[in-house]
């Protein structure tokens, strides 16, 4: 991939100046192209920890959805799903549950066919996203680590709205 840029940049520069000498202007846009082109190769610049997690849900599924997880969340009576991610099969809710903190809980199902296998509140801000990865991981037994990695990447960078002191519990 970097000799097609050098081929490209050195057929711009004989077609501008008539050769590709290290004197002229040409050469080093070149060394400065390829120099950016081999930076944005390795560090994956266009890539996103959350390419192909899902992140719509509709008003219906949330009002579908949110009974069964109320019931699990210790028979709550009520609660409102605030934010969804999904990805093969798997879903993450993040829920407001009124009578306590915000909590993500962890499914490798449909709420309404499985119960969550672990849960999450609190504010990660100040961790360390690999940490949040690597926990998510051990403590909910088959998630894929591209939908933990997202999970990791969105909360400590505050992409959703968490409360205080982080917590992430296996099936009680």
Same mark, same amino acid.
């Given at each position: 991939?970097?000799? *097609?840029?050098?081929?490209?940049?050195?057929?711009?520069?004989?077609?501008?100046?008539?050769?590709?000498?290290?004197?002229?202007?040409?050469?080093?846009?070149?060394?400065?192209?390829?120099?950016?082109?081999?930076?944005?190769?390795?560090? @994956?610049?266009?890539?996103?920890?959350?390419?192909?997690?899902?992140?719509?849900?509709?008003?219906?599924?949330?009002?579908?959805?949110?009974?069964?997880?109320?019931?699990?969340? @210790?028979? @709550?009576?009520?609660?409102?799903?605030?934010?969804?991610?999904?990805?093969?099969?798997?879903?993450?809710?993040?829920? @407001?549950?009124?009578?306590?903190?915000?909590?993500?809980?962890?499914?490798?199902?449909?709420?309404?066919?499985?119960?969550?296998?672990?849960?999450?509140?609190?504010?990660?801000?100040?961790?360390?996203? *690999?940490?949040?990865?690597?926990?998510?991981?051990?403590?909910?037994?088959?998630?894929?680590?591209?939908?933990?990695?997202?999970?990791?990447?969105?909360?400590?960078?505050?992409?959703?709205?968490?409360?205080?002191?982080?917590?992430?519990?296996?099936?009680?």
């Amino acid at each position: 991939m970097i000799q *097609l840029v050098i081929e490209i940049c050195t057929l711009h520069c004989l077609l501008k100046y008539g050769s590709v000498r290290p004197s002229n202007s040409c050469w080093a846009n070149m060394k400065i192209a390829i120099y950016i082109f081999s930076l944005l190769l390795s560090c @994956n610049a266009f890539a996103s920890p959350c390419d192909g997690v899902d992140f719509s849900i509709s008003e219906k599924r949330k009002v579908q959805l949110a009974p069964y997880i109320a019931k699990q969340d @210790n028979n @709550n009576e009520k609660v409102e799903i605030l934010k969804s991610y999904s990805f093969r099969g798997w879903h993450i809710f993040f829920v @407001n549950r009124f009578v306590a903190d915000e909590m993500y809980f962890f499914y490798s199902g449909e709420p309404s066919q499985s119960k969550y296998l672990s849960t999450w509140s609190g504010d990660t801000s100040d961790t360390n996203e *690999l940490e949040v990865k690597q926990y998510v991981i051990s403590e909910t037994k088959g998630i894929p680590s591209e939908l933990a990695g997202c999970f990791a990447w969105r909360v400590t960078r505050g992409m959703d709205y968490e409360r205080t002191t982080p917590h992430l519990s296996g099936t009680r």
